[in-house]
């Protein structure tokens, strides 16, 4: 069986999360055979698959970055990142469990002590677009990268009192190890309507609050309609935005970050994480006992 995960540059937490996890979870399951492709965290569910390998779901939602996969016999389904996603896949909501992120739970066996009152955890475009480090260090808030090795910001969010992040795996992975985090509204459209579909299966009323870009560049991205393609013509022909100005776009984004440091936090609440927890454990036990060796 194929593990499939989108494979950036450079590599980012939410995607990483896939090597990191599943060879904790499901020891010597995984190998390059791609007549079973395993489809774990992640924004993944794609039309473009080959129809005849066996797509075997397991947490991942539907982003909207292609047609909606037609769900026939060569899919199965074990759960989704939320009810959005089935709903858009045509699968029955009670899939719709959340994201397979929450498995952290299950691996975290030590929590370093509390080090940074405040962490600021970008989306990993925005930290190329913008200028969050130097914003960061004007707001006296600690940076989370999310491009750093994984056990690099596990340790970071753990190590927080409160996550602010514009980072969906931000948020998810805080809210599964019980750190409290506010959400930062995307800078890009295409970027926002994933975060409902995980907090909707937590029943998590999420509110995010708009986040000043730190760059002209940011500023532009930020007016751009959910079309990944007019990101990338943005991102390739406006590098240049970032020079300009940049001493206002960065007092402005250090001011905005520290206001929303001072908001209410938000948290699933114990009872439906540890929920989403149980049932992802026994779909995990399932799928090990179905495959085991032969996977």
Request: proline letters at 7%; charged letters at 20%; a positive charge.
């Amino acid at each position: 069986m194929k593990m499939y995960y989108f494979n950036g540059s450079p590599p980012n937490f939410g995607d990483e999360l896939n090597r990191w996890l599943w060879p904790r979870l499901l020891p010597n399951f995984f190998n390059e055979q791609t007549d079973r492709i395993f489809l774990g965290i992640g924004s993944i569910l794609f039309d473009f698959f080959p129809p005849t390998a066996r797509k075997i779901v397991f947490g991942a939602g539907y982003g909207g970055y292609t047609a909606p996969p037609r769900m026939d016999k060569s899919w199965e389904i074990y759960f989704v990142r939320g009810p959005i996603t089935a709903r858009a896949v045509g699968i029955n909501e009670t899939h719709g469990i959340g994201d397979s992120a929450i498995l952290l739970r299950s691996c975290i066996q030590s929590r370093p002590a509390k080090q940074f009152k405040v962490s600021f955890m970008p989306h990993w475009e925005s930290l190329d677009d913008g200028d969050w480090p130097a914003v960061c260090t004007e707001a006296g808030i600690h940076l989370i990268n999310p491009c750093i090795s994984v056990e690099s910001v596990l340790n970071d969010i753990l190590a927080s009192e409160l996550v602010v992040t514009e980072a969906m795996h931000g948020a998810i992975v805080a809210d599964a190890l019980r750190v409290p985090w506010v959400p930062a509204r995307p800078i890009q459209a295409q970027h926002r309507q994933k975060w409902n579909d995980w907090a909707s299966a937590l029943h998590i009323d999420l509110r995010p609050v708009t986040l000043s870009p730190s760059t002209g560049l940011e500023a532009v991205m930020s007016q751009l309609a959910n079309n990944n393609k007019n990101a990338q013509r943005v991102r390739r022909r406006g590098r240049f935005l970032k020079s300009v100005t940049p001493l206002y776009f960065r007092e402005r984004a250090a001011r905005s970050l520290r206001k929303l440091a001072s908001m209410p936090s938000a948290l699933s609440q114990d009872s439906d994480i540890e929920r989403a927890h149980q049932l992802m454990l026994e779909q995990l036990h399932v799928l090990s006992r179905r495959y085991g060796g032969n996977a």
